[in-house]
């Protein structure tokens, strides 16, 4: 059942099923997606979790925070966890064994919405094959990559999400480098090209946005993956409280850009139609440097020596803004 | 509804399909799993159950043994019954989640048709993977025959599922020797078995919306090993359950299951321990050696896990000489059959002569020639009263000799 | 036999369960009862377990914490919608004020907080809130 949310008033009156005094750091994001995702949805909700910050830091014994039921089981399996929950969750109905107060919210037609959260690491490398695997069998669930663009929980190692010339443990900036050398992966594309029925970027800043997509996705029967900004505090090493404003320098200036991508199909599953909307315009795209400068993972960048990777960067942003858009003209 | 399967009395099922039909009298909730030879008929076979309308539950063919011991845990969390069937690189490939699947306490099934473990690659038999998942917390049950694969996985369900074990249970079996191989297997019907197995009680479901429970936490120091303790507890405390299910088993069916397998050990001189499907070849052995005046037996483990330390210093403290054969590759020690047969002896005060025999590895014949000559050694060994030949041999191997110690 | 952790009423008493106390398979429990429609049930009216984050603090994390002036605010929930920590408590489309169990003084809060002055602001932890509301700055002009 969609729930209605018109404005943020309207939202406010959610009642979170996400628990404080979990371990997470001050001002993670993870935490205002987990919120956002959560709350988009008073139907009953099941979760599955990679491990990594989110989880290691929400259900450490004797404590949980979560207050729907919630699986881990390991780093790369999250996809797989939550396809199999849905898959089970499929076999009791049609066998009509669901547990009592389950089938009553089915009767209500709220049916519970199964979502996987994992981090870029157990996303777009050690859970790739899973996620992979999952969206090719069609299970219905919706699978969140809280995409810090590094390893955060084992301080912050590079993953194949971390962008060029971010530095980080492994990938550190030195006397003679600038830091990440490989450009991020496309996972939107990517999983889009799955052939899964919705998929979308969003950014916790643009909680709306983001709603919205998670609403749309929970319409949709089959796999959805939402791919959702999570500016790291730590790892990107801003203050805590310049969380939302980070985030928001990233959908301003194009580099982290708020899409989606819907696979309509046809009865036989042909997917007949393949869409790409951008869902948020900035009034000003503003340089990419202002995004940089925010965070101190880039601040050797600035050098004399680095200011080609800064160039480097603005170019990728806007051949990637431009082909998102020449995507949506199209209708592609 | 699922179709009943019209079964006759007695079936000439290979390992592979006896498990198969294990799965499908079951009527587990969610079979999610990844071909390997050689247990990949098992998997073959249940989905043409499926496909003909026999099983009502669901199979998922993930993308990876990884995956498909992950789908399991998250089923059988989500509170229904699970279960898969793997055999060697599968096998290794899902070790990571075998311990997650027993530290979260989840009755799932895993049949596992014993492969030699890569490299160099091989399909053939031999018990490496096996070995590779005995300290993974599972319960271990081993058989040696088609009918044998059938009533442990029958079993399996109804000792793992019992809310005083709550565990993973293994049921191992020989790649080909026995997974291909086939034999007269007597079937329960189908209502039998579901009635002897029983309905899914589902514990701590993730799918009671009611009741949220959260499943895989975090445990540092201060609670790791606490829990660690209860797993170990509960595992070494089914052995009461597993007994009363063999009994249960005898009283409907005839066929008897105990903790320690034996044959011809009442007065038995020297013995032969082995696992799978030596230990039949290994009674033939014992026999021969019988006329020719040698008091032969032959012991081997139902249960691998919890390991009947107990029984099995009973049944083997009074001979004189025992060959402890371990077919994997013992990676520079002694045999792990060895090591813990030796350890069980020694704590319980018992001293025979135990030599350790690496064979069979990669699924290398195991003749009778051969088992004959082990019955050799510990008869020389016994008589002398000390080992006569090497501690650890390798035996149906070409080239030189190989032996230590 | 495992004692139920949820018939645990006090949150000490966990802390030494010993080994054959516990749940097989440490599963956690989120309420002391069935909840038949969480969503509908707001956090004053839950059965919360004692292993519930929620029935614990990390307010002493904090150096500083965020101080709210009602008189200020315009219950637009920018910081109920961006706290990471569900520590801003809103009902009825009200803000009320700041969990301080659960708050760990991010400052997001007072970042996002639109009005001017702003309605929440960071002030030392050891502060007392009406010390704080006594100094609260003037209105901001803007330069232009
Ligand atoms: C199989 C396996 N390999 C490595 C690890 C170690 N590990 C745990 S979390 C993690 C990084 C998590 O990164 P990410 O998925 O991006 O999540 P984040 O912590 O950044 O939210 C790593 C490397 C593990 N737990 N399991
Ligand atoms: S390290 Fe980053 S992602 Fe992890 S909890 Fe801290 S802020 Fe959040
Ligand atoms: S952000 Fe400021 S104005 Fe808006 S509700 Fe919170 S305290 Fe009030
Ligand atoms: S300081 Fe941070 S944690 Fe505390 S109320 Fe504000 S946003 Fe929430
Ligand atoms: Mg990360």
Redesign the pocket.
């Known amino acids: 059942m969609v729930k209605k949310i018109k404005n943020l008033k309207e939202f406010s009156l959610s009642n979170d099923r996400f628990e404080g005094a979990n371990l997470m750091c ?2 993670c994001s993870h935490n205002i997606i987990v919120r956002e995702v959560l709350n988009a949805t008073d139907d009953p909700v099941i979760v599955a979790t990679a491990t990594g910050c989110l989880e290691v830091c929400t259900a450490v014994y004797p404590k949980t925070s979560w207050d729907v039921s919630w699986i881990h089981i390991g780093f790369e399996n999250a996809a797989v966890a939550a396809a199999t929950v849905s898959a089970a969750y499929e076999v009791m109905k049609k066998k009509g064994k669901l547990p009592p107060a389950t089938q009553k919210m089915v009767d209500e037609g709220r049916e519970p919405k199964i979502v996987a959260f994992a981090g870029d690491g157990g996303t777009y490398d050690i859970g790739f094959q899973s996620l992979s695997g999952a969206f090719e069998r069609g299970h219905n669930f919706m699978y969140v990559c809280l995409d810090n663009e590094v390893y955060a929980n084992t301080g912050g190692q590079r993953s194949s999400s971390t962008p060029i010339g971010a530095s980080t443990t492994t990938s550190p900036a030195g006397s003679v480098s600038y830091g990440e050398k490989m450009m991020k992966k496309s996972m939107v594309e990517i999983m889009a090209d799955h052939g899964a029925p919705y998929v979308a970027q969003v950014s916790p800043s643009k909680w709306k946005d983001l709603v919205k997509k998670v609403q749309k996705g929970f319409e949709v029967y089959g796999p959805v993956y939402i791919n959702a900004q999570s500016a790291c505090t730590t790892e990107w090493k801003h203050a805590p409280e310049d969380t939302i404003e980070v985030s928001d320098l990233g959908v301003d200036s194009c580099v982290w850009p708020l899409y989606e991508i819907i696979n309509e199909r046809d009865e036989h599953g042909i997917i007949y139609s393949t869409k790409l909307n951008i869902t948020y315009r900035p009034k000003t795209k503003i340089p990419v440097e202002e995004y940089l400068a925010a965070q101190p993972r880039f601040r050797h960048l600035f050098k004399p020596e680095n200011r080609h990777i800064i160039d480097l960067w603005q170019k990728a942003v806007d051949a990637r803004w431009e082909y998102l858009q020449k995507r949506e003209e199209a209708g592609v | 509804m699922a179709k009943k399967y019209e079964l006759n009395e007695v079936e000439v099922w290979d390992g592979n399909m006896a498990a198969a039909h294990a799965l499908r009298q079951a009527q587990v909730d969610i079979l999610a799993a990844y071909p390997i030879t050689p247990s990949t008929p098992i998997v073959q076979n249940y989905s043409k159950f499926l496909a003909d309308g026999y099983v009502d539950g669901e199979f998922i063919m993930v993308e990876s043994e990884h995956s498909a011991m992950s789908g399991c845990v998250a089923a059988s969390a989500a509170g229904v019954r699970a279960a898969t069937a793997t055999s060697s690189q599968g096998f290794a490939l899902m070790v990571e989640v075998l311990y997650q699947a027993s530290g979260m306490r989840l009755p799932i099934v895993l049949t596992v048709v014993n492969r030699a473990l890569a490299a160099p690659l091989n399909v053939n038999g031999d018990h490496s993977d096996m070995y590779l998942g005995r300290d993974a917390g599972w319960i271990n049950l081993c058989s040696y025959n088609p009918q044998e694969a059938y009533d442990l996985t029958l079993m399996a369900f109804k000792i793992g599922e019992d809310l005083n074990v709550r565990l993973p249970v293994m049921v191992h079996q020989d790649g080909f020797i026995c997974s291909h191989t086939a034999q007269n297997v007597k079937p329960m019907q189908d209502e039998e078995a579901a009635e002897f197995i029983g309905e899914f009680k589902p514990v701590n479901s993730m799918l009671d919306v009611s009741n949220p429970v959260t499943h895989g936490v975090q445990t540092e120091e201060d609670w790791h090993f606490e829990h660690k303790a209860r797993q170990h507890h509960d595992l070494m405390n089914s052995v009461e359950t597993i007994k009363k299910v063999f009994k249960e088993f005898e009283d409907r069916t005839g066929r008897k299951y105990d903790m320690v397998y034996t044959y011809k050990m009442d007065d038995a001189d020297v013995a032969i321990f082995a696992l799978g499907t030596t230990v039949e070849s290994a009674q033939i052995a014992a026999d021969q050696m019988r006329e020719k005046g040698i008091k032969a037996g032959v012991v081997s483990l139902r249960v691998l896990r919890p390991f009947p330390f107990n029984e099995i210093a009973d049944v083997l403290g009074n001979v004189k000489a025992i060959g402890v054969m371990d077919r994997s590759a013992p990676g520079g020690t002694f045999g792990a059959m060895f090591n813990e047969i030796s350890a069980a002896l020694l704590a319980r005060g018992k001293s025979p002569v135990v030599l350790n025999y690496i064979y069979g590895l990669g699924g290398r014949d195991t003749t009778i020639e051969m088992l004959k000559g082990v019955y050799e050694d510990l008869a020389k060994s016994a008589e002398a009263g000390e080992a006569v030949v090497p501690l650890q041999q390798f035996v149906g191997l070409r080239g030189p000799k190989l032996a230590f110690y | 036999m495992a004692r139920d952790l949820k018939e645990i009423k006090d949150i000490n008493e966990i802390k030494d369960l010993g080994w054959d106390e516990l749940i097989p398979g440490a599963a956690l429990f989120s309420f002391t009862e069935p909840v038949e429609d969480v969503a509908e049930v707001p956090m004053e009216e839950r059965p919360y377990a004692p292993t519930n984050s929620h029935e614990w603090q990390v307010g002493d994390w904090r150096v500083e914490k ?1 101080v709210y002036n009602r008189d200020l605010c315009i219950d637009c929930q920018f ?1 109920w919608v ?4 569900m ?2 408590l809103s009902r009825d489309k009200k803000m009320i004020g ?1 969990i301080y169990e ?9 970042e996002v907080c639109p009005t001017n002055p702003k309605s ?1 602001l960071m002030f030392p932890e050891h502060m007392d809130n009406d010390e704080a509301l006594s100094m609260w700055p003037k209105k901001e002009e803007k330069d232009k």
Not at chain 3, 82 to 85: A, M, R
Not at chain 3, 102 to 110: A, F, L, R, S, T
């Open positions: 001050p001002g | 965020p910081c961006f706290c990471p920590d520590s801003i700041v659960h708050c760990k003084g991010c400052g997001i809060c007072v929440l």
